[in-house]
């Protein structure tokens, strides 16, 4: 059987493909292999972010409950010194009343004499 005449070229045009492709081949898989380690990085990365995030919110809300506790205890002792100030200037009121009525008792003595 006679071979074409350009078999030699085409057979050889064939080896040079392969082994082009072969290349990429090999580069595709490192790139995948290194694909593969960045997005185990950026997994451990995300993890650690949200790791540091939880810890952010578990202590803002520990920071927040203790800022009510203290809202608390601040509002009762204000109304506590609300509460007694009234109790001072009612006594207050009562004695200038008092002074008022001894004074306008006196008053009204004076004039009768």
Known sequence: MAQPPDLEARVAALEARVSEL?????RSEQDAAAARVLAGGADRDVTEMTAEIRGFREQNTRVLNAMCEDLT????????GF????????????????IVSLLSTLIDQGEDT
């Open 83 to 98: 509460t007694e100030m009234r109790g001072k200037l009612d006594a207050a009121s009562a004695g200038q009343q008092q």
């Open 73 to 80: 205890g601040l509002r009762s002792r204000v109304d506590n």
């Open 22 to 26: 072969d290349g990429r081949v090999r």
